[in-house]
């Protein structure tokens, strides 16, 4: 059985599992079945996935027999290894999502469709990383986009829902509308519609189609991608979906932009030169820092995930982008090592981006707020969720020993080698680019120690935060996430064998032997670099933890403990009003950055005589208009509107008027044909 076969079990149980939930989802065995159905399906993924990156790329099939379909065109599939990473952590995200949705979701009417929709989004992204024709593709890839709205649309009854699904719906049309021009210049220049043939014929696409192609390709998959100045659908979408559909969003749809940069890059449309390489290192390089910095002014859960979503995302095409350079300058063994660790950092981020965002779930179930201001404490009363938030939160942070370090570690000792091309100018570009990761990686620190521990330690801040209960909340799809992560980082020689079989497919350089030379050592493409193993450093960091604990139990005294009052300063009780706020925490931030938040601050006193505030309460609030709102989308949409307020007279009402109309164009084309 080869790995489109397993994908074809796959498929079924989506089928299977999205009439399900429409024709049962009203019920709560009719919610058990179609999770049940969606687990088994993304069971079946994640074989594939697996299976492909073992067994290779499967042959183009054309089920049906080559005729034309709804599609416009003949169904075609194949099943490569680049694909089968996003395909098997499809199928890892689906599972984790189908053990947690009976507990997040209420059987009823919306569920039912909700659960419908969410399984025929599963079904599009599948037959996206198994397009093996231009066709397919599109159509598959506006199914996905479309299913994804109906997810966003939840609670479409809410003013802030119906403005995520739009921002999202919006900016993915005019992404997809960019990808088709791509995909028709290079079917025009190829005189083919298979994705085999394209890349096979791509020496016919001149340089100039070709640049334009990739051009349009990256800002059309950017969209979706997540990558600034496009990203701006995340923040909006994200907070106003279920727990479940911004995982999915953030851990796999996001995703499919990035393998739609990577299937350009490397597969369909290989730019000659360095400079595309550097377009894509520098697009990425700012996506990351900006999205960081805007993470940090977030109290919303949510909407600081989204935009750490920005920055990971920022990583992997910075790394994608360096590949391409040091391709350009005939180092492939660089080019395939960059691409590992870019297509690593895609699994690594799935899985504990997607474990977030479904604990910010229970967040917002338990305490009903999403606001960390409101939180605290949380790790008292939901103690195993915040066990499985903190793996989460060391995974994303990039803090040894998980999985979010090896992979961010892989991509900075590929950066350092910028070298290796020969040109004084690029390699300041690379190690411009490195620079500015290694201020993004500082600052994903410093704003997940935030993230966590404003909600999560110190003292309730609110009543509904002391009274939240785990009983009952969906802990099992976290936690089998948070077991993916750990298994990242301790299998991580498993798993870059695996990644090097799927870039040589694309780049044709076997990365294996100069990768792994032992059994668990890592080297970066060159051994008189460094060389790092995930596996010992896991192994060293428990040892160095569990040593000092030993002594602890092994020397503390059996006598009864007495408790005594300590000196704190004076203070008679701690308050929750006294710990440190979110805005608090990332005070040093907003300062320095200001330039590039611009708040809009107000101040409200009781009394304008008293500006201490002895006389009352001081109500602080600070306003953020991201940049590329307030300087790129709102002229933009000024604009549109302007325009519709000056071609409204045309839309009268009048029949005569519209007579009239039809006149003139008849006249107008008789008068063309005339000529």
Known sequence: MNPLDIGYIAAAAWIAAALTGLLAGRTKPGLLACCTLSGTGGAAAAAGGGWSLISGETPLVTPGGGASTITGGPLQLQMTPLAGVFVALLGVVAVAIALYAPRYHEPGRGTAVYLAAYNLALLACLAVLAAGGMVTFLVAWETMSLTCYLLILRRARRDDVARGAFWFLALSEIGFLLVVAAFVILAGKTHATSLDAMAARAHLVTGGWRAAAYLLALAGFGFKAGLVPLHVWLPEAHPVAPADGSAFLSGLVVKLGIYGIALFAFRLAPVGGSWPGLVTMGAGAVTAAIGILYALRE??????LAYSTIENAGIIVTAFGAAMIFHAYR????AAFLLLAGLYHVANHGCYKTLLFLEAGIVEHTTGTRDMDRLGGLVHRLPRSAVITFAGTLGIAALPPLNGFVSEWLIFQGLFQGFRTGSHLIAIGIVVAAATLGLTGGLAIYAFVRGFGIPYLGMPRTRQAAAARETGQPIA???????????????APVMLAALSRATRTVTGVRLGPLLLPGKLTVIPAHANFSAFSPTYLTVFLIAACAVPLLIFLAGRPRAASVSVPVWDGGIVSFKPRMQYSAMTFSAPIRVTFDALYRPDVSVHRASDDDPAGRSGPVHYE?????????Y????????????????RPLQSGDVNLYLLYVFAMILLAYLLGAV
Do not use: M
């Open 331 to 334: 180092q492939p063994a660089l």
């Open 632 to 647: 790129l989308y709102r002229p933009v949409i000024r604009a549109v509107e302007g325009l519709a307020d000056a071609i």
């Open 622 to 630: 600070s306003q953020v208009t991201p940049i590329f709102e307030r």
């Open 477 to 491: 799809g976290p936690a089998l996430l948070a077991v993916a992560c750990v298994a990242l980082t301790v299998g």
């Open 299 to 304: 109290r919303d859960i949510k909407r600081f």
